[in-house]
């Protein structure tokens, strides 16, 4: 006997541009299986926004998906919606990539009968309503590993991502201490700045590797804006890697500018720092103490899995979509 799906009907899942990212891809399918976990993967169906419309007369699904970016001129859902209101479906978009094409909103504000934004605080400055926070988060499927306790841990800090210029600025404020460590910085835009830094892509199995083998993990948010200058929205909700992060057993420490993260961990899952003195207090408690970190990774990986996955993501959203009566009788 097959699972009973906790929802009845059929999700049609679209994300467009003709061009996706990597990373992108996989917070689709990350998607996707939070939504297989309600209706059933076999009732949930991903189309790209050039074949949504064909799709929907197709598959008449209960609720049209939209995810991703709606900043490319290729990424047009009025058609896509349209279709939806004809067989009664409801149209819901999930902005991804919120607050940092938030002056393109326009583009998706008059099509959907509901948002959410991954942003908090961007959630604010839509100019409609119908509008609710939801946070990315991790996909069991894709992120979660065990933690193995004996594996050797040569990297004493690890990050990955793109060198954003607030990210070197708040790494070169560490140099003094970083660079008594055995350190691995790696990302495009990192190379210049000398040993244990590096140009490198990491791929997501290669990351998880890299998370095995180290005792701290940074944890820095992105500050690039493609159409972010109408308001200049703060950034607060911390971004998906935080949640893939600690699924997959990493000991995270997470540079903040605001306690946003404390919504979503507790000091003692996911410690932080806004200035040198406190990560240097932070390094001198968990660099040589091997049982503190991993009880905090564990920590971290227990309340993810109890609370962050993208099925409970997507619980939170139909139940919204129940209890303002968006969801087809």
Sequence with gaps: MGKVSEYSGRVLICSGGRFESQANAQVRESIMAGWGECFGDENVVAANISGAAAAIQYLRPTIVFGIGSYLPESTYFGEVCREAKKIGAATVFWATEDPYEQDASYRICDDFDVIFSCERWGSNFYTRKDVWHLPLAACPKLHYRPIIEDVERTIDVLFCGVAFTNRKDIVRGLMPTLRNLNIKIVGPGWGELGIGFSDA??????????????????????????????????????????????????????????????????????????????????????????????????????RTMAEHTYGQRIRHALGILKENDFLPG
Aim: hydrophobic content about 35%; charged content about 30%; cysteine-free.
């Design 201 to 302: 892509r990491l791929e997501k199995e290669q990351l998880v590797q890299f998370y095995s083998r180290s005792k701290l993990v940074l944890n820095l948010g992105r500050s690039l804006n493609f159409e972010n200058k109408r308001f200049m929205i703060a950034p607060s909700t911390p971004g998906p890697r935080t949640y893939e992060a600690a699924a997959a057993g990493a000991m995270q420490i997470f540079h903040e500018d605001t306690y946003e993260i404390r919504r979503y961990y507790t000091k003692d899952e996911i410690p932080s720092f806004s200035n040198r003195k406190d990560f240097d207090r932070l390094v001198a408690t968990y660099l040589d103490n091997e049982a503190l970190r991993l009880e905090t990774a564990k920590k971290a990986q227990a």
